[in-house]
């Protein structure tokens, strides 16, 4: 299938590898921030979210921390998997905005076996 | 339960003429999110609706692109005419309300020639 990351940064991890990646947002009155996972053909799928209130937020494998004070959301997969291989978006959210969901550029994760 | 269902799945268009795509959100969600995803980039929000009112289109092409919502539930965009510059995947999202989750489906992609 077409890929949806041909221009995007990649970021290349040996599999096994924790994997870190990262995200500058836009606006600091974001409030609510979400990372989406997309494989070629297909669309967004959610992955984990954080408020702004909330400085860390961990699920399984995956770990998201925000720091407010220069904008900065990162994503951490630890052991990364073939499966993990996909272009990672982040999102915002603000009130002052309408609440408009917002997706940044987007970085690729190759997974080497 | 049911995810955001998009149709068609492939369209191909010549320049000039027009399209239209349709969306069925998750049952009860009350936001619609319609974005558009060019190769290489990250979805671009085009409109979004809450319930059937809309809550933003400052990025929507209101010359050639029209988004509605009849009853607050499935909804439709349309593109008239089309441009080359509008092949893209066009994805339809959802969510219970704002701050949550957004769900995505699989998109349309549009190939205009």
């Known amino acids: 299938g077409e890929s949806v990351g041909l221009h995007l940064p990649t970021l290349s991890v040996q599999e096994g590898d924790n994997s870190i990646i990262n995200c500058a947002y836009s606006?600091?009155?974001?409030?609510?921030f979400i990372w989406y996972k997309q494989e070629s053909g297909k669309g967004p799928q959610f992955i984990i979210d954080?408020?702004?209130?909330?400085d860390k937020r961990q699920g399984q494998r995956v770990t998201v921390l925000l720091n407010k004070t220069v904008k900065h959301l990162s994503l951490q997969i630890a052991a990364t998997q073939p499966g993990d291989s996909a272009v990672y978006f982040c999102?915002?959210?603000?009130?002052?905005?309408?609440?408009?969901?917002?997706f940044g550029g987007g970085t690729r994760v190759l997974v080497k076996p | 339960e049911a995810g955001v269902a998009q149709s068609p799945r492939y369209k191909i268009i010549e320049k000039r003429q027009s399209v239209a795509f349709w969306c069925n959100p998750i049952s009860g969600h009350a936001t619609l999110y319609w974005y558009q995803q060019i190769l290489g980039q990250g979805p671009k929000l085009l409109i979004q609706f809450q319930n059937n009112g809309v809550v933003d289109d400052s990025q929507l092409p209101k010359d050639r692109f029209s988004a509605e919502r009849l009853k607050g539930v499935d909804s439709t965009l349309k593109i008239q005419p089309a441009k080359l510059e509008d092949s893209a995947v066009y994805l339809c999202a959802s969510s219970r309300t704002f701050n949550t989750e957004a769900f995505f489906g699989q998109g349309t992609r549009l190939t205009v020639v």
């Open positions: 954080i408020r702004s209130n909330m």
């Open positions: 606006n600091s009155a974001s409030d609510y």
């Open positions: 999102a915002e959210q603000f009130k002052a905005a309408g609440n408009k969901l917002t």
